[in-house]
């Protein structure tokens, strides 16, 4: 946010007929996008067999290279701002402040979870759920570019599921 200029918004709308037509009525580009909707009602074990070969296997990779998934509080927002503004400088996009972020874990404490990847006792990469009723969104992440190879964005998005089904999602 610029003054009183926006420089971008992104609403996301699931299927709104509604929405659509206020949206275009009113000038705004709509770009589509992929999202993923993924049962977790189930046992971990059967969820992982869902996911592609090659992830799975770069799932164990991460594993055996020592990578490790830890959740993380407030205090370790900054890191992961760091880590989401490089990811995000890298491919041109434009980050919230980071006010956007303490503002959403102060406002659903309970709500709003930070996962990070960490390697050799480095914050590689990150990633913030929210949680709503009885579902979880993937709201923010972000890798480090010089990790990479250690496919931390697999292992992250894997812990994720895999909090979801034993948590009762």
Known sequence: HMGNKSLYTNVKINKNIFLDSLYESEKYNKTECLNYEIKLNRD???VF???HKSRRKNIRKAAKSGLEVIESGTSSLPDFYNILKETYDKVGLLVPD????????DLMPDNAKLFFAK????????RVIL???KEIFDWYAGASSEYLSLFSNDALVWHVLEYGCKNGY
């Open 131 to 133: 949680i709503y009723r």
């Open 49 to 51: 067999k869902l996911i």
């Open 98 to 105: 980071a006010s956007f972020f303490n503002a959403a874990f």
């Open 119 to 126: 390697y050799e006792n480095k914050l590689i990469a990150g």
């Open 44 to 46: 971990a074990n059967a």
